[in-house]
């Protein structure tokens, strides 16, 4: 969807270092989120926001941190990157006032990270 | 729990049919997606169901939802090479304040 944009797609990086991966959207949704997949681990959330100032912990949240920057923009921060952490990222975004509250949740392409 | 259940694998016979089922948790929730995910892509909203709904038909695609057994299921028909892909079903929890995924189920569709 490109609406919702991901940025880097791909990116390499080493056991300890600091890393930031960011989402912006166009669809002027309110709710932002964040996931990670593994295989055959299906979409796991990390965090989630309902609005600017608005930040809460998903089901695996431990070692990332976010920033709700604007409305549009929503970071995700590896402070320490650890191996295990390599995964397939996923950025996606609703609108709570969608009209008869069917809310879908809309995603980026993904950033695939390796730590090696 | 939030755990959606859904069988991992599936193979299907290009024009044929395939079926693939979920069982999801919550009683209470509004609506239930089907999204697809083909590989280097995110997810894409497929089709959704409505809660009150038993069926719904878009097109090659049939959705059947059984409340009771919180069961659901996605037909596509005509299965083309195009179809093959991830396929995650969720639901709605928490009043519609957030989603649960299934694992997903991968078809692969054989010319």
């Known amino acids: 969807d490109a609406d919702v944009t991901q940025t880097p797609r791909n990116r390499i990086t080493k056991t300890g270092k600091r890393i930031m991966l960011e989402c912006s959207q166009t669809k002027g949704h309110d709710r932002m989120y964040w996931y990670r997949q593994d295989p055959g681990l299906g979409l796991r959330l990390i965090y989630y926001s309902f609005d600017v100032k608005d930040i809460n912990k998903g089901e695996i949240s431990d070692g990332y941190s976010v920033s709700r920057q604007a409305q549009a923009k929503f970071s995700l921060s590896l402070e320490s990157a650890i191996p295990n952490q390599t995964a397939l990222y996923f950025c996606?975004?609703?609108?709570?006032?969608?009209?008869?509250?069917?809310?879908?949740?809309?995603f980026g392409d993904g950033t695939r990270l390796s730590i090696l | 729990g939030e755990d959606v259940e859904q069988s991992l694998f599936l193979s299907v016979r290009e024009g044929d049919s395939s079926v693939i089922n979920c069982t999801y948790t919550d009683s209470s929730s509004t609506y239930l997606y089907w999204y697809k995910q083909e590989p280097g892509a995110g997810l894409q909203l497929l089709t959704y169901?409505?809660?009150?709904?038993d069926m719904k038909q878009d097109q090659r695609l049939t959705v059947l939802l059984n409340k009771k057994d919180k069961h659901l299921s996605l037909r596509i028909a005509d299965t083309q090479t195009g179809d093959s892909a991830i396929y995650f079903c969720?639901?709605?929890?928490?009043?519609?304040?957030?989603?649960?995924f299934g694992k997903g189920n991968q078809v692969v569709v054989i010319p």
């Open positions: 169901i409505f809660s009150n709904m």
């Open positions: 996606a975004t609703s609108d709570s006032r969608a009209r008869g509250g069917n809310q879908p949740q809309h």
């Open positions: 969720a639901e709605t929890l928490y009043g519609n304040n957030r989603l649960a």
